[in-house]
């Protein structure tokens, strides 16, 4: 699991960047690996540049580390709206 504070606080919070484009809770196809084909949800990204990875969970509930280049985003979550008091 990745131990920088400043990704994963992004990664909870639904901000994407060029790095680590995915957030928590994305629904991906798999690409390639052990369950090529499934759906799955994005749980936490696991490892950094240069190969950048993520632990998903597929509909059995079983869970997987899998590479970005083996992951295509199909439904993006929306990131929550807050509201600031005046």
């Given at each position: 699991m990745i131990e920088n504070q400043e990704v994963m606080e992004a990664f909870y919070a639904g901000r994407r960047s060029a790095t680590y484009?995915?957030?928590?809770?994305?629904?991906?196809?798999?690409?390639?690996?052990?369950?090529?084909?499934?759906?799955?949800?994005v749980i936490s990204p696991q490892s950094v540049a240069p190969v950048v990875s993520y632990l998903v969970e597929y509909g059995d509930g079983s869970d997987d580390i899998v590479p970005l280049v083996a992951l295509e985003l199909k439904e993006p979550i929306?990131?929550?709206e807050t509201t600031r008091g005046k």
């Open positions: 484009p995915l957030a928590v809770n994305d629904v991906v196809r798999v690409k390639e690996g052990r369950k090529s084909g499934s759906l799955a949800a929306q990131p929550l």
